[in-house]
């Protein structure tokens, strides 16, 4: 897995946007400018990670593309939740930050309040 082999101690702090609408390239980067201005973006993976970075270079966010999630059932079983105003089908954008880093968390939790506040639904953390 990607996510855990990026950070030294393996632990991150995850959140999950469950998306309504299908981010739109603007909408990511409206979320991405909400996260923080001075942040810098990198690409991982040929594109399908995007990395937010502090001015000296360490990564502060991951984020994957959105992905769509059609069983009915499968974000309770997911994430131990159930949002019953969300319909079956969600786009699903996960976003981690290393666990020891209070900017990082910070900066994940802004980028998925803000994408969902553009695309309506419902938002997840580990905290």
Known sequence: MVRRAA????????????CRERPTTEMTLGAM????????????????LLQLCADDGHVLATIEG????????????????DVADLP????????WAPGHSRDGAAVAAAYVQALVAQTGGHSWSTR
Request: aromatic share 8%; charged share 25%.
């Open 66 to 81: 959105p992905r769509l999630v059609q069983v009915p059932g499968e974000v309770r079983r997911l994430l131990g939740i």
């Open 7 to 18: 950070y030294r101690d393996g632990v991150t702090f995850d959140a999950v946007a469950l």
């Open 33 to 48: 400018s909400s996260a923080g201005e001075s942040l810098r973006v990198r690409t991982v993976e040929r594109g399908g």
């Open 88 to 95: 079956h089908a969600v786009w699903w954008v996960e976003t």
